[in-house]
């Protein structure tokens, strides 16, 4: 298979990338190098093998460029998982996220429908695209309405209707995976969305953690390797569908903090701050639908992943 993955060099797109490359297929990596880093891809250079085997593109996927790129490239499958993914960013600057996440979308899909590219997977977001679920609906499956409400989960939202408009009008396959709070290996602990990775760093460094709120508000952590299984799967099956990414288990921030300071060995208790305008107070998601469809279900607990974290936080040169 020729793959092609917008975000490459990002979190998880680097370790879709690895994944990619170990079971012998060739890449093109998309990034702009806004967010992602080269140091991501350094593992996948050194054991690419020949020189047609990953192929790297520094681009902004909202330029036109980038729809030569693929329509020249004509790869099998687009996994598109570049995009402006801070809620925060999205809240101060609505216009530069739908730039990104909806005008970057449309180049990729009239690059993939020019290259006769057979299938998109897209990272969607299911933490912001049903919005504020009652508390009855956990964990929520994708027959839920979306009502998001930020302007990042309305352009996801938006990137799914364009998906089925494309499938419809110019018969390029579609499958869309709305991701949990996904963690691993390469997250950025400087981010917004990393909560296990700034954990991780400051536990290590012996900074204080801060926790927003009372804690008591809950996520669905999802470990990157878990992840990156379903996006191949993807590849193959799934069309025409959204399907939800997660454990379907809520972990509170507050168990988050005991279980890695435990874990790292660190007395003492997190600070406290207001809570943060527009933070869902619970997030979970049912992923029966993506157990159906891709035969995929998660297998990293949270005990194992966040010991994962920590263990390559301590193993990355200071």
């Known amino acids: 298979m020729k793959a092609l993955v917008t975000g490459g060099a990002g979190f998880i797109g680097s370790n879709l990338v690895d994944r990619l490359l170990a079971e012998g297929h060739a890449v093109d990596v998309v990034d702009d190098l806004s967010t992602g880093s080269l140091a991501n891809l350094a593992e996948a250079r050194s054991h690419a093998g020949g020189a047609n085997r990953l192929s790297f593109h520094r681009l902004d996927i909202r330029s036109d460029r980038v729809v030569d790129l693929i329509a020249r490239r004509r790869p099998d499958v687009v996994f598109h998982l570049a995009a402006q993914a801070d809620v925060r960013v999205s809240v101060d600057r609505p216009v530069f996220d739908a730039e990104v996440n909806v005008i970057g979308t449309l180049q990729v899909l009239e690059g993939a429908r020019r290259a006769g590219t057979r299938k998109v997977v897209f990272a969607s977001s299911g933490g912001t695209l049903y919005g504020e679920v009652d508390p009855d609906d956990l964990p929520v499956q994708e027959s839920h309405p979306q009502r998001p409400v930020s302007p990042y989960g309305v352009a996801k939202k938006t990137a799914g209707d364009y998906l089925y408009s494309y499938r419809e009008l110019h018969e390029l396959e579609f499958t869309a995976l709305a991701l949990a709070n996904v963690y691993g290996p390469r997250q950025d602990p400087h981010g917004e969305a990393g909560v296990v990775a700034i954990f991780a760093g400051r536990l290590l460094a012996g900074e204080p953690c801060t926790i927003f709120g009372e804690g008591e508000q809950t996520r669905d952590f999802v470990y990157v390797d878990d992840v990156v299984d379903a996006f191949v799967r993807a590849a193959e099956r799934g069309g025409g569908l959204l399907m939800n990414i997660g454990t379907g288990m809520e972990a509170s921030v507050n168990r988050l903090y005991r279980t890695m300071a435990a874990a790292a060995g660190v007395p003492g208790h997190p600070r406290y701050a207001p809570p943060r305008p527009g933070e869902l107070q619970r997030s979970c998601l049912d992923p ?29 040169p200071t």
Do not use: I, S
């Open 288 to 316: 029966g639908r993506a157990a159906m469809q891709l035969g995929w279900k998660p297998w990293t607990t949270l005990d194992e992943g966040t010991a994962g974290v920590l263990n390559w936080f301590r193993a990355r």
